[in-house]
């Protein structure tokens, strides 16, 4: 019973290091690619900016999927019982955001554009653990990648 117990705190121990670890630098590798994308501006608005006839269209997208370490999933059933803000969570689905209109950027990017409009998000768990417990989560960023007509021209 007791070496049950010790086994349950060291797993728990280890999934939160490891995991801030992995989480740390996860998003240190997206303020890099974020700096480095940031001439490509992403926007939601629908209005094509003036002389959009100079620019081809071409939809773009950003695919991730991203699991909940075990720590964070003990601190979501914490936070269910006592109830509150599972922040555990919010950290989990900020880097799937960054990181799905991260890669949308870096597609557009190859195709030359200056600017991604009218763009969107799905988001949804694919992998429900025991019960309603979240073990991933997908993030789909997409939207409409402005290329320049010249820039095709050039290629």
Same mark, same amino acid.
């Given at each position: 019973m007791i070496f049950q117990i010790l086994l349950i705190l060291v797993l728990l121990i280890?999934?939160?290091?490891?995991?801030? *670890?992995?989480?740390? =630098? *996860?998003?240190?590798?997206?303020? =890099?690619? $974020? $700096?480095?994308?940031? %001439?490509?501006? &992403?926007?939601?608005?629908?209005?094509?900016?003036? #002389?959009? $006839? !100079?620019?081809?269209?071409? /939809?773009?997208?950003? !695919?991730?999927?991203?699991?909940? %370490?075990?720590? =964070?999933?003990? /601190? &979501?059933? /914490? *936070?269910?019982?006592? #109830?509150?803000?599972?922040?555990?969570? $919010?950290?989990l689905l900020d880097r799937a955001r960054r990181e799905a209109i991260l890669r949308m950027k870096e597609e557009a990017a190859v195709l030359k554009a200056t600017l991604v409009l009218n763009i969107k998000y799905e988001t949804a768990s694919i992998y429900k653990g025991g019960g309603k417990a979240i073990g991933s989560v997908e993030v789909l960023a997409y939207g409409t990648a402005m290329i320049p007509k010249a820039s095709i021209d050039a290629v």
């Open positions: 280890l999934g939160y290091f490891v995991g801030s *670890h992995l989480e740390k =630098k *996860h998003y240190q590798s997206i303020i =890099k690619r $974020e $700096e480095m994308l940031r %001439d490509i501006p &992403a926007v939601a608005s629908k209005i094509l900016p003036p #002389g959009s $006839e !100079n620019f081809n269209q071409v /939809l773009v997208m950003g !695919n991730v999927t991203i699991s909940v %370490d075990y720590f =964070k999933r003990f /601190l &979501a059933a /914490l *936070h269910n019982f006592f #109830g509150g803000r599972v922040t555990s969570y $919010e950290s």
